[in-house]
């Protein structure tokens, strides 16, 4: 059987394996997240203005972008796990993500003056950002490719990044809560270095581990 028609027959299955799948991957990602904030608890915690920054668009506008990128991930992979044609709605959900924050870099460059660009791209902190959102995406990262091996994804690669994706957006969800940096600026940067390591990392390993 050529390998169309047996993608083919898989699909026509779907609706035998979508359930299983379904439930694995809800407890891969609900398991991984529960793992990440115990690990946030223990190592980070959140910052000590956290409350009081609710009243800043900045600091809200972290987290519109990490929950954006984990709600459009999970949608794709969701899909991705079962045999078929991408979804193309969770394609352009997940695009729209890089524009949202394009908007909102251009948004502050409006609005701050030209000599603090600079000061706010570089932040902080931007060291430990690179290194906590992947350690902090780590355990949602190997949970969600244990739940798909029990999937039958027609695109390893593909699939292993949008992982990658999925758990960078639990990891830096968590990240923002503690990260004293909230300009847009500093999110496009360090932020997107850390999300573009782990959808290479689940690349990588995804056309290895979810190839069948």
């Given at each position: 059987?050529?390998?169309?028609?047996?993608?083919?027959?898989?699909?026509?299955?779907?609706?035998?394996?979508?359930?299983?799948?379904?439930?694995?991957?809800?407890?891969?990602?609900?398991?991984?997240?529960?793992?990440?904030?115990?690990?946030?608890?223990?190592?980070?915690?959140?910052?000590?203005?956290?409350?009081?920054?609710?009243?800043?668009?900045?600091?809200?506008?972290?987290?519109?972008?990490?929950?954006?990128?984990?709600?459009?991930?999970?949608?794709?992979?969701?899909?991705?796990?079962?045999?078929?044609?991408?979804?193309?709605?969770?394609?352009?959900?997940?695009?729209?993500?890089?524009?949202?924050?394009?908007?909102g870099s251009?948004?502050?460059?409006?609005?701050?003056?030209?000599?603090?660009?600079?000061?706010?791209?570089?932040?902080?902190?931007s060291g430990?950002?690179?290194?906590?959102?992947?350690?902090?995406?780590?355990?949602?990262?190997?949970?969600?490719?244990?739940?798909?091996?029990?999937?039958?994804?027609?695109?390893?690669?593909?699939?292993?990044?949008?992982?990658?994706?999925?758990?960078?957006?639990?990891?830096?969800?968590?990240?923002?809560?503690?990260?004293?940096?909230?300009?847009?600026?500093?999110?496009?940067?360090?932020?997107?270095?850390?999300?573009?390591?782990?959808?290479?990392?689940?690349?990588?390993?995804?056309?290895?581990?979810?190839?069948?």
């Amino acid at each position: 059987m050529k390998t169309d028609q047996l993608i083919a027959a898989l699909a026509a299955d779907a609706d035998s394996v979508e359930r299983p799948i379904g439930r694995t991957l809800a407890i891969a990602v609900a398991g991984g997240a529960v793992g990440a904030v115990i690990l946030f608890a223990v190592m980070l915690g959140t910052r000590p203005d956290a409350l009081a920054s609710l009243t800043s668009p900045r600091f809200l506008f972290k987290f519109l972008i990490t929950l954006s990128l984990l709600a459009s991930a999970l949608g794709l992979v969701w899909n991705l796990a079962r045999p078929g044609a991408v979804p193309i709605g969770w394609l352009l959900a997940l695009a729209a993500v890089p524009v949202l924050l394009a908007v909102g870099s251009v948004a502050e460059m409006i609005t701050v003056p030209p000599a603090e660009w600079g000061r706010r791209l570089a932040g902080s902190n931007s060291g430990m950002c690179v290194i906590l959102i992947p350690m902090l995406s780590a355990i949602p990262f190997a949970a969600l490719l244990f739940a798909l091996r029990k999937g039958a994804p027609s695109r390893p690669m593909l699939t292993g990044a949008v992982a990658g994706l999925v758990s960078a957006g639990i990891g830096a969800t968590l990240y923002a809560t503690h990260c004293p940096d909230d300009s847009p600026l500093f999110v496009a940067t360090w932020y997107v270095i850390a999300t573009g390591f782990m959808a290479m990392l689940g690349a990588a390993i995804g056309e290895r581990l979810l190839r069948w």
